[in-house]
Every structure is written in C-alpha cells, then in structure tokens.
C-alpha cells in the first residue's frame, strides 16, 4: 500500500524528531506488554533504536496490537550477550547507565542528557544484573518521596526519557534538521 503524500510528511516529520544518539537497552525484561510500553514511551521522545539483551528470558513477541506499533517505527537489535552490547554502545560512542538504587547511583536530574546515551532498563523482579551493572559507565536512579521505592519498569523508562526529552528540548536538539539523504534512507526501512 503506497501511503499519501500526507503520511509521508508525516513520517519526515517524525524522522526529523528522531535522536539517533538516544537509546534504550532492555534487559530480561519478562511481560511483553512492558517491552511494548517501553517502545511506545521511545517512539513519543525520539528514540531511534533499541536494543533487547535477553540472556536469562526469550525474546518477547511484540505484536502490534500490544505495542501500538511502536516496534514498526523504530530498529531493534536483539543481543544474547551483554559483551555485544557493549561493544556496539561504546563503537557509537555513547555513554552506558544502569537503573540502580545504590549509594553511587545519581539522579536522573543530575545527567547531562544532551551527550549520546544509552539507558539499561532490567527484569521487573530481578532488576538489572550485575552483568548490566558492569557494563554500564553510570549507576542511576529517579528520585522518590513516598512509601514504595520501585516502579514499574515501563513507568520508570517513561519518566527517565521525559527528562531526556527535557533537556535536549531545551538545548533544540529537536530543532535540528537531518539531511535528506538520512531521512531517505530511514524512510525507506519504514516504507517495506
């Protein structure tokens, strides 16, 4: 189906948005309806790709009744070991963070957003490994105020990518054209 010229400015539109040096890694993360919220939560703020690190659990099915097909609009590289992630996190020069509550973990409003990142989110019952924590350059955490100290693993991608979203709003990160031969060439994956 060709789509109209109307969808295809649309799709421009959305590509122009994206931020190519932004990206969520998801580790073991085991309901796929949580996968699907984190992809929909990645499309809203730019996200280009995410990766699934799946060592302990399958990779999940993502449907696109439950993704919204979010999973469409984006590239998901799949990974079985946290060595290939690091590798191709660190060849795209991007600083690695793990969602961890611990003494040497730092707020989320204390990151500067605006350098290439990569957020590892972990299992809703495990939390990140100590395979994740290895890898990852920084330990983080969102601030919370009430009774409960957790949670869920979509809700908290969510907040940690608004304020993502924040800063490279204020810094016009999203203001930046791309060039059109980029946009062509991502265009053409959303269009097969």
Known sequence: MVPTVKRLEKMKRV???RQPDLTVVCENIHDPHNV???LRSCDAVGVLSVHLLYTQE???KLGRKSSASA???MDIHKHKKHSDVKRVLQNQEMRIFATFLDPSAKSIYEIDWTLPSAIIVGNEHRGVSDEALQI???RIYIPMFGMVESLNV???TAVILYEICRQRL???FYSVPKSEDWINLHLKKWLT
């Open 15 to 17: 590509l122009n948005f």
């Open 36 to 38: 699907s919220a984190i």
């Open 58 to 60: 399958k990779f999940p």
């Open 71 to 73: 999973n469409k609009w």
């Open 136 to 138: 990852a350059d920084q």
């Open 154 to 156: 979509s809700v908290a």
């Open 170 to 172: 204020l810094a016009g």
